[in-house]
């Protein structure tokens, strides 16, 4: 139980163009999904957190025109990184939490984009 | 953002061997958990603390909740080479803030 999937798994994309990344909740329905960014050898940081049905809070220094996030239901959420740049390169991970579970986060296997 | 801070840094062991890393905060958390990630691959859960004090395993696993609740720790008994990744502790703060906190992460490496 506790399945997260993300898709794609990986994107390569010219600088300008944009990308939208999924992450589904496969057997249970997630009320709260959070989208975060990893770069190498670095730990994971918190970019946003979607409710469903409700607009996304995003953490300081997030540009939310550029990271959309739209959580239409309660197992699909998705991150679309608009006007793609090099440096928007990175490893994307969501986790979804159970509706009622307050604590735990199950994540998603990440979707690594790269701005050529 | 909160800093959780992990040590050590990284760990090579040798296979059989028992491994042993901590995590700790200014701040006092409400739940403390404990993931490990692959390379390429997002982070998987493997122990969840809710109460200061609580001592919880999941199979060669073995993690406790401090009791000043700034803390937790990680315990990994005889390790196999699967045992290879990084792990992350993540915590909740009590303020109820609904997002996780992440550790530095500690890079484990076992040498067969």
């Known amino acids: 139980g506790a399945v997260v999937s993300q898709h794609p798994s990986w994107v390569i994309c010219k600088s300008g163009t944009s990308v939208k990344i999924e992450c589904r909740s496969l057997?249970?329905?997630?009320?709260?999904m959070f989208w975060y960014r990893q770069f190498p050898k670095q730990s994971l940081m918190l970019m946003a957190t979607?409710?469903?049905?409700?607009?996304?809070?995003?953490e300081q220094g997030v540009e939310k025109d550029k990271f959309l996030i739209n959580h239409a239901s309660l197992t699909l959420s998705t991150l679309t990184v608009t006007s793609a740049h090099p440096e928007d390169s990175s490893f994307y991970i969501c986790?979804?939490?159970?509706?009622?579970?307050?604590?735990?986060?199950?994540f998603g296997p990440g979707t690594r984009l790269t701005v050529t | 953002g909160q800093q959780l801070n992990q040590s050590p840094q990284s760990m090579f062991i040798q296979e059989g061997e028992d491994v042993s890393m901590n995590c700790t905060s200014s701040?006092?958390?409400?739940?403390w958990l404990w993931y490990k990630q692959d390379p390429g691959e997002g982070p998987v859960l493997l122990i969840a603390?809710?109460?200061?004090?609580e001592l919880t395993s999941n199979g060669r696993l073995t993690a406790q909740f401090g009791i000043t609740r700034k803390d937790s720790f990680l315990n990994i008994s005889a390790s196999i080479p699967s045992d290879v990744g990084i792990y992350f502790c993540?915590?909740?703060?009590?303020?109820?803030?609904?997002?996780?906190?992440f550790g530095t992460g500690t890079r484990l490496t076992v040498i067969p």
């Open positions: 057997d249970f329905q997630a009320t709260t």
């Open positions: 979607s409710n469903e049905g409700s607009k996304a809070t995003y």
């Open positions: 986790s979804a939490r159970a509706h009622g579970n307050t604590y735990e986060q199950y």
């Open positions: 603390l809710y109460k200061a004090g």
């Open positions: 701040s006092i958390f409400n739940t």
């Open positions: 993540a915590g909740q703060l009590e303020t109820g803030a609904n997002n996780l906190f």
